[in-house]
C-alpha cells in the first residue's frame, strides 16, 4: 500500500519525538533541523537508521544537501517512496 | 612529593548497587552469583555469573549520551556519579578545575559484536548508527565521563587485563602524587553479557557446580574448580590532600603504596615471582614494613594454579606476620577489568566500619593456603592499612596499599 503524505509526516515525527527526543512543540514544517531541533552530525547518521527501518530506505549523504527544514525531510522521503 | 587521598567512591555491583548495599552484603558475606540458563543455551560450559540489572539512564543522560555509552559505560557512569556525590563534587568544580580520568576497561564486546551483526545482515555501514563507534573503542568509558562531565585534565585508559582497574588508580596516584594532576576520577568497569565471557569460558577456567550457585567461587578451597565472570562499575576519586582540605571535602583515606611488575612468563599461567613483587614494590614505595598492614584482599580468583601461587607469595611477603587474608571474589566472583578498583572500594568499606569480609565457602583449606591467616567468617577488626592484589594475562601484577586517614 502507497503511503500517503500524511503517513509519511505522522511517522517522521513519531520518531523524531520518540527516539531523537525532539520536543513535540518544536515540530513544524519550517522547523529548522539544527537550529530548532538541536540536530548534530552525528543525528544525521542516525536519521538514516530511522529512515532505513521505518521505510525500507536507504539515504546517502547527499541527499541532504539541500534538507535544512523539516518539510525538505518530508519531501525527500516522500520523492524516495514514490 | 604530594599525599594522594581517596574523596569519594561509588560502586555498581553483582553484590550491591550502592556503597551500603555493597556493605551490608560484605559484613554478611552474601554472594552475588546466579546459575544463566541463557549461556548455557548459548554453548557455554558454565552459566555461573555475577549478575546486575542495567541502569535506566534516560532521566540522567540526554539521548546522545546514552547512545555512546555501552554496557560497561552504564555500569561506570553509576558507580562515578555515586563517587562524585560523595565527594562532594557539584558540575561547578569541573568548570573551575582541571579535573581528569584514568579507567580500566579491557573489552567492549558486546558494542562491537552488536554493530558487527548489524553490518553483516544490512551491508551498509551508516545503519549501525551514530553512536556504535563510541561504544566499541576500549577507551569508551573514559571517552563518555570526559564528555558527560566535560572534564579538562588527563583523559585515557588503562587496559590490563583483570589489573585494569588497579592500575588505574596506580597511574592516578602518580600523577597526583607527582603535582601534575590535582584531582582524577578513576575506576574500573566491566561488562557482563555472554558476548563478552564465551572465549574466556572456552579456555574451561570457569567454575562449575552442582546446585547453589553462591558455592560456585571458593578461593583458596581444595574443591575449587574455577572462577566466575562477574562485572559491574566502581569509582574512586583520587585528590591531592592539599585540594581536598582546601575544598573541604571527605578524606576516606590515602593511597599510600602502588607496586608493579610482569611475570615475564606465560600469558595466562601465574607465576609466584611477579606478585610477590608488586606486594614488595608498593610495601617499598609505601616506606613501611609488611608487619603495618592489617588485611590483605587477595587477588585469589578461585582457580586451581592462581590460588596456589598466589598464596605462596602472600607466604613470601606476609607468612611472618600471619596478616589477615580473604578473597571477596568468593562473593562477587571475577570483576574482572572493574576488580582492582572494586575490590579498593570493598577494602576500604572494612577499613571504615573495621571488620574483615569472608572468605566464603572456605571449607577445606589447600596445602598452599594453610600457610595463611585466611578469614573465613566475618571478622570484627580495626584495619588501619590494608594492601589489594590484582593481577592479569600476561602476568601483569598490581598492589596498592592504603591507609586510614
Redesign the interface.
Known amino acids: 500500500m502507497v503511503m500517503t503524505k500524511e503517513d509519511i509526516i505522522q511517522k517522521i515525527d513519531d520518531f523524531l519525538i520518540d527516539?531523537?527526543?525532539v520536543e513535540e512543540e518544536d515540530i513544524a514544517a519550517d522547523a529548522n533541523l539544527k537550529d530548532t531541533l538541536g540536530l548534530?552530525s552525528?543525528?544525521f547518521?542516525?536519521l538514516?537508521?530511522a529512515v532505513?527501518s521505518n521505510f525500507g530506505v536507504?539515504l546517502?549523504g547527499e541527499d541532504f544537501v539541500n534538507v535544512t527544514t523539516l518539510q525538505n525531510f518530508y519531501d525527500l522521503i516522500e520523492r524516495k517512496l514514490h | 612529593m604530594r599525599r594522594v587521598v581517596i574523596t569519594g567512591m561509588g560502586i555498581y555491583s553483582c553484590i550491591g548497587k550502592n556503597l551500603d548495599e555493597v556493605k551490608t552484603s560484605l559484613y554478611e558475606g552474601k554472594s552475588g552469583i546466579v546459575n544463566d540458563q541463557e549461556r548455557l543455551d548459548f554453548g557455554y560450559r558454565s552459566g555461573l555469573t555475577g549478575m546486575v540489572d542495567e541502569p535506566e539512564l534516560k532521566k540522567l543522560l540526554?539521548?546522545?549520551q546514552r547512545?555512546s555509552l555501552g554496557e560497561e559505560g552504564r555500569y561506570a557512569y553509576m558507580a562515578t556519579i555515586e563517587a562524585l556525590k560523595n565527594a562532594k563534587i557539584e558540575d561547578s568544580f569541573f568548570d573551575e578545575n582541571e579535573v581528569g580520568v584514568i579507567y580500566g576497561n579491557d573489552s567492549t564486546a558486546r558494542s562491537v559484536v552488536e554493530s558487527t551483526d548489524i553490518l553483516r545482515e544490512?551491508k551498509?555501514t551508516?545503519?549501525v548508527?551514530?553512536?556504535a563507534i563510541f561504544k566499541a573503542m576500549n577507551s569508551t568509558i573514559t571517552m563518555n565521563l570526559s564528555t558527560i562531565f566535560r572534564l579538562r585534565g588527563v583523559n585515557f585508559t588503562i587496559s590490563a587485563a583483570c589489573a585494569s582497574g588497579s592500575h588505574s588508580i596506580g597511574m592516578g596516584y602518580h600523577l597526583i602524587k607527582s603535582g601534575l594532576q590535582d584531582c582524577i576520577i578513576t575506576g574500573g568497569a566491566q561488562e557482563i553479557n555472554k558476548l563478552a565471557m564465551g572465549s574466556f569460558d572456552g579456555l574451561g577456567v570457569f567454575a562449575t557446580v552442582d546446585g547453589d550457585p553462591a558455592k560456585a567461587s571458593r578461593p583458596f578451597d581444595q574443591a575449587r574448580n574455577g572462577l566466575v565472570p562477574s562485572g559491574g562499575g566502581a569509582t574512586l576519586i583520587l585528590e591531592s590532600y592539599e585540594s581536598a582540605v582546601k575544598r573541604g571535602a571527605p578524606i576516606l583515606g590515602e593511597i599510600i603504596g602502588y607496586g608493579f611488575s610482569s611475570n615475564g612468563g606465560h600469558i595466562s599461567t601465574p607465576n609466584v615471582d611477579g606478585p610477590s613483587r608488586a606486594m614488595r614494590n608498593a610495601l617499598h614505595d609505601a616506606n613501611i614494613d609488611a608487619s603495618v598492614i592489617d588485611y590483605v584482599n587477595a587477588h585469589a580468583t578461585s582457580t586451581p594454579v592462581g590460588d596456589s601461587n598466589e598464596a605462596k607469595a602472600i607466604y613470601e611477603v606476609f607468612g611472618e606476620s600471619n596478616t589477615p587474608v580473604s578473597s571477596t571474589k568468593s562473593m562477587t566472583g571475577h570483576e574482572c577489568w572493574m576488580a582492582g578498583a572494586s575490590e579498593v572500594i570493598y577494602g576500604m568499606i572494612m577499613m571504615q566500619n573495621s571488620f574483615v569480609a569472608p572468605n566464603i565457602n572456605l571449607e577445606n583449606v589447600d596445602e598452599d593456603a594453610a600457610k595463611l591467616n585466611i578469614v573465613k567468617e566475618t571478622l570484627n577488626k580495626k584495619i588501619d592499612v590494608f594492601l589489594s592484589n590484582s593481577f592479569g594475562f600476561g602476568g601483569t601484577n598490581s598492589a596498592l596499599i592504603l591507609k586510614k586517614c
Open positions: 527516539e531523537f527526543e548534530d552525528l543525528d547518521v542516525d538514516v537508521v532505513e536507504k546517502v | 540526554s539521548r546522545r547512545l544490512k551498509d551508516t545503519l548508527g551514530s553512536g
